[in-house]
């Protein structure tokens, strides 16, 4: 309906205005060469099947896609989330392909935290390996708070989990979300975290395919700032933060971010410092996650071989 596709064209627009205002050119010039290229491809196909490029791929679900495709960090596009949404082109594989060769070029990849995981020079690592399909946890975090909307009778999180647990792919799920309004990669997996925080089962081994967890020394590297920082992670979220304060990543994180990131407006921060950040939130939400639970994750050594994610 109109109400779909009037909220897809805003998030784009109010994306792309946000990063602007912030003065994240470079990123900004980055999302405008993807939307370009998306264009190109559509204008192309439009030309050799002789029909208009809204009948290859309507705007909105242009944006829907780039919007999603913004927001991926170590994974590449899907041509089955694609499919699930509607794209029906036949240049479909084409299109894939423009948007893995950006998100090559642009994505901060190689910036490992530590300078083991996404290597492609072999390095030894310590990997997080998963032994069921399924985990059950014996009970809800004890902070957990179970807020239902009056809108739909459901938590935010819940409609993102359920469609996870019946096979969905989270890219499908944030370029079709239940409001119509797409959604960050990142929000619909901090969706399914939620349902685990819930009591609620999971399959640790389906999520580590989309959203890589920490290696074993970079979960060393979580506990250790436990003890440096002096915040719980299982405690009091409100409370549990600095000086009794509300638990904040930034807080939890700025040992490896150095003193002067937490005190920067997020303007100032550098295009490395955000990639950084964001590496290190992904793999912190994977261990706020398990020590909530009391998951105790299974580390086996092996040999990291090139990534076969670039195209």
């Given at each position: 309906?109109?109400?779909?596709?009037?909220?897809?064209?805003q998030?784009?627009?109010?994306?792309?205005d946000l990063?602007?205002?912030?003065?994240?050119?470079?990123?900004?010039?980055?999302?405008?060469?993807?939307?370009a290229?998306?264009?190109?491809?559509?204008?192309?196909?439009?030309?050799?099947l002789?029909i208009?490029?809204?009948?290859?791929?309507p705007?909105?679900?242009?944006?829907?896609?780039a919007?999603?495709?913004?927001?991926?960090k170590?994974?590449?596009l899907?041509?089955?989330a694609?499919?699930?949404?509607?794209?029906?082109?036949?240049?479909?594989?084409?299109?894939?392909?423009?948007?893995?060769?950006?998100?090559?070029?642009?994505?901060?990849?190689?910036?490992?935290?530590?300078?083991?995981k996404?290597n492609?020079?072999?390095d030894?690592?310590?990997?997080?390996?998963?032994h069921?399909?399924?985990?059950?946890?014996?009970?809800?975090?004890?902070?957990f708070?179970?807020?239902?909307?009056?809108?739909?009778?459901?938590?935010?999180?819940?409609?993102?989990?359920?469609?996870?647990?019946?096979?969905?792919?989270?890219?499908?799920?944030?370029?079709?979300?239940?409001?119509g309004?797409?959604?960050?990669?990142?929000?619909?997996?901090?969706?399914?975290?939620?349902?685990?925080?819930?009591?609620r089962?999971?399959?640790?081994k389906?999520?580590?395919?989309?959203?890589?967890?920490p290696?074993?020394?970079?979960?060393?590297?979580?506990?250790?700032?436990?003890?440096?920082?002096?915040?719980?992670?299982?405690?009091?979220?409100?409370?549990?933060?600095?000086?009794?304060?509300?638990?904040r990543?930034?807080?939890?994180?700025?040992?490896?971010?150095g003193?002067?990131?937490?005190?920067?407006?997020?303007?100032?921060r550098?295009?490395?410092?955000?990639?950084?950040?964001?590496i290190?939130?992904?793999?912190l939400?994977?261990?706020l996650?398990?020590?909530r639970?009391?998951?105790?994750?299974?580390f086996?050594e092996?040999?990291l071989?090139?990534?076969d994610w670039?195209?």
């Amino acid at each position: 309906g109109e109400g779909i596709v009037l909220k897809s064209l805003q998030t784009w627009d109010k994306y792309l205005d946000l990063l602007e205002r912030n003065n994240r050119t470079e990123r900004l010039e980055q999302l405008q060469d993807l939307q370009a290229r998306m264009e190109a491809w559509r204008m192309d196909i439009a030309s050799k099947l002789r029909i208009a490029p809204s009948d290859v791929m309507p705007d909105h679900l242009l944006f829907k896609i780039a919007y999603t495709a913004g927001s991926l960090k170590s994974e590449k596009l899907e041509k089955d989330a694609l499919v699930a949404i509607g794209v029906r082109s036949s240049g479909i594989d084409d299109l894939v392909v423009a948007i893995n060769e950006w998100l090559v070029e642009t994505t901060e990849k190689k910036l490992s935290p530590i300078g083991v995981k996404n290597n492609s020079n072999g390095d030894e690592s310590s990997q997080m390996v998963f032994h069921l399909d399924q985990f059950q946890p014996a009970e809800a975090w004890t902070h957990f708070v179970y807020r239902k909307q009056k809108k739909t009778g459901m938590a935010s999180w819940e409609s993102s989990y359920d469609r996870f647990m019946e096979g969905e792919h989270p890219q499908t799920i944030a370029m079709s979300p239940v409001n119509g309004r797409p959604i960050q990669v990142n929000t619909v997996l901090n969706h399914i975290f939620q349902g685990v925080l819930s009591g609620r089962s999971i399959d640790f081994k389906r999520i580590a395919t989309i959203s890589t967890p920490p290696t074993q020394k970079e979960w060393d590297t979580l506990n250790k700032l436990e003890a440096e920082t002096g915040m719980s992670v299982t405690g009091d979220p409100k409370t549990s933060g600095i000086g009794g304060d509300s638990f904040r990543m930034t807080d939890f994180l700025s040992p490896i971010m150095g003193e002067d990131f937490a005190s920067k407006e997020y303007a100032d921060r550098t295009e490395e410092e955000n990639a950084k950040f964001g590496i290190w939130c992904g793999l912190l939400q994977w261990y706020l996650t398990m020590r909530r639970i009391g998951y105790i994750p299974d580390f086996v050594e092996t040999k990291l071989e090139k990534n076969d994610w670039e195209v």
